[in-house]
């Protein structure tokens, strides 16, 4: 069978592969710990759940317009308001499927074949292939634990070339729960803008950062420069909405518009009842979200202290998100040779999931996700430092 040479180069998406994998063990009634996919273990917050019961009850399941209905993008809008002073007008606003949805529209929107997107790595795995499938090349800009995973203006002006087009900042990150502060920030967006780049900002977790680290956000600069920036965010991983795939990208109006006309082509608009589902999550109180923040906090300290009991890891601490992104690689050796090889050995061994950083552009890692109850956290860390000091024998 012939397929499009476009997918030729295109990977499965391993967080989600691993996670299959991880649920078919347990299926099989292997007693499999899964630290491998980013998704909040809480469950959806009643008032959310109590919209889209309501949603139902009323009948609204039919189309809505493709950006999303109105109220949902202007509250999405204000959300920018809300948390960073910025107001946003709704014409500015698309919902999509997901923050994931939302940057491969983008992308699909912006990009020509060979523009040249900087992507700081360690880096989601996905942005490449999204980059790839829409005809851009990933020009990828390596940062170590030596950097604490920070990329700067000037190790991005190394790679900057006459084709570059984009940058793709994530703050806080996935995978290394890296926060830029807010001079950092500046200091990137302001290189880029005068470089004249697009800045594609990802701030999915920007609701998850412990003090006293800040949130930073790049919709200031939105505000400023609405034809060089875009800010993508979702309810997934701040309100535990994963499954209901919600989120929003704000950008210039004529680009929303031109987004707005291909999703036409392809989801149309996102399921309705989940769109009045995260009205209700926009719209209400965020004490939820300080919660599930504290819960990932503490287990994020739990999580860290144990990692650094183990001789030969080096884990610099996160500010925020749910990872631990650890440096694994002097335990490479006779047994495993690679982050790939060390995640299987894992797996066989501990029965922990966890993926390899070569997916995220680092192999010399292996991601934790933290997104766990902590007596699973603390039991899939102690079985993997008791793997790892096998290893050592
Ligand atoms: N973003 C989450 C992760 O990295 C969810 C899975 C995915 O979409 O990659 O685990």
């Known amino acids: 069978m012939q397929i499009a040479d476009r997918l030729q180069t295109i990977k499965p998406s391993l967080t989600l592969t691993i996670n299959s994998q991880a649920l078919s063990l347990r299926d099989q009634g292997v007693h499999v710990l899964s630290l491998a996919v980013g998704e909040p273990d809480f469950p959806t917050p009643p008032h959310v759940c109590a919209a889209a019961k309501k949603a139902i009850d009323e009948n609204f399941c039919r189309y809505t317009a493709v950006p999303g209905i109105p109220e949902l993008r202007q509250a999405a809008g204000n959300y920018f308001e809300r948390v960073h002073g910025v107001s946003v007008p709704k014409e500015s606003i698309i919902i999509g499927q997901g923050g994931k949805h939302c940057i491969y529209n983008f992308f699909q929107t912006?990009?020509?074949?060979?523009?040249?997107?900087?992507?700081p790595a360690p880096y989601w795995l996905s942005y490449p292939d999204m980059v790839q499938l829409a005809g851009g090349v990933p020009v990828f800009v390596k940062a170590g634990t030596e950097n604490a995973f920070k990329v700067t203006p000037e190790m991005?002006?190394?790679?900057?070339?006459?084709?570059?087009?984009?940058?793709?900042?994530?703050?806080?990150?996935?995978?290394?729960?890296?926060?830029?502060?807010?001079?950092?920030m500046e200091a990137i967006l302001d290189w880029a803008l005068d470089r004249g780049l697009f800045i594609l900002s990802d701030e999915i977790y920007e609701q998850l950062v412990f003090p006293p680290a800040t949130t930073t956000s790049a919709i200031h600069a939105f505000a400023k420069h609405p034809d060089q920036v875009a800010v993508v965010n979702g309810l997934s991983k701040s309100f535990a909405m994963t499954g209901?795939?919600?989120?929003?990208?704000a950008a210039h109006s004529d680009l929303i518009k031109k987004i707005s006309s291909m999703q036409g082509h392809s989801t149309s608009?996102?399921?309705?009842?989940?769109?009045?589902?995260?009205l209700a999550a926009l719209e209400g109180p965020l004490d939820c979200v300080e919660t599930m923040r504290k819960a990932f906090q503490k287990r994020r300290d739990a999580g860290l202290a144990i990692i650094e009991t183990w001789k030969d890891a080096i884990c610099p601490k996160p500010d925020g998100a749910f990872y631990l992104f650890v440096d694994v690689h002097a335990y490479y050796g006779e047994t495993v040779h690679n982050s790939t090889e060390l995640c299987s050995y894992l797996l066989d061994k501990a029965h922990v999931a966890l993926i390899p950083g070569a997916a995220f552009g680092d192999d010399n890692c292996i991601r934790f996700s933290y997104a766990v109850a902590d007596e699973v956290l603390e039991e899939a860390l102690e079985k993997v430092g008791s793997a790892l000091r096998d290893l050592k024998r």
Request: glycine letters at 4%; aromatic letters at 8%; proline letters at 7%.
């Open 269 to 278: 608009n996102i399921c309705s009842i989940s769109q009045k589902a995260a």
């Open 244 to 249: 209901w795939r919600v989120g929003f990208l």
């Open 110 to 119: 912006f990009l020509n074949p060979a523009d040249e997107v900087l992507i």
């Open 156 to 184: 991005l002006e190394k790679k900057c070339t006459p084709k570059t087009k984009l940058l793709i900042m994530n703050s806080p990150s996935n995978p290394t729960g890296a926060v830029y502060s807010r001079e950092e």
